[in-house]
Nanobody, 127 residues
């Protein structure tokens, strides 16, 4: 079956960096667009970043643009989220998700379009 597993979260101070990783198995990874979402306490799940199946296109939420970078290694079935200049408002549970590429990219920021999800990795940024 499909498994999506995130790692790399932790407790850091404002201004620090973290790199999240997400390994997906049980699917043909190179046929899926991949996304990162986050959910803070008492808030809805929010789009963070996404990358198309080939890595040719990336998308970011305005709140993370210029600070976060999404990338992928199809040979390792892995997608990454490099997070720099972290802020306390970045504190959340971060989820990785897979979105079949033939669905297109118009709704790539919509979590309802993603078929497979991980359990999340916690990122906490102290001030």
């Amino acid at each position: 079956q499909v498994q999506v597993v995130e790692s790399g979260g932790g407790l850091v101070q404002a201004g620090d960096s973290l790199r999240l990783s997400c390994v997906a198995s049980g699917l043909t990874f190179s046929t899926y667009n991949m996304g990162w979402f986050r959910q803070a306490p008492e808030k809805e799940r929010a789009f963070v970043a996404a990358i198309t199946w080939s890595g040719g296109n990336t998308y970011y939420a305005d709140s993370v643009k210029g600070r976060f970078t999404i990338s992928r290694d199809n040979a390792k079935n892995t997608v990454y989220l490099q997070m720099n200049s972290l802020k306390p408002e970045d504190t959340a549970l971060y989820y990785c998700a897979a979105y079949y590429r033939l669905l297109g990219v118009v709704l790539i920021t919509d979590p309802d379009r993603y078929a497979y999800w991980g359990q999340g990795t916690q990122v906490t940024v102290s001030s």
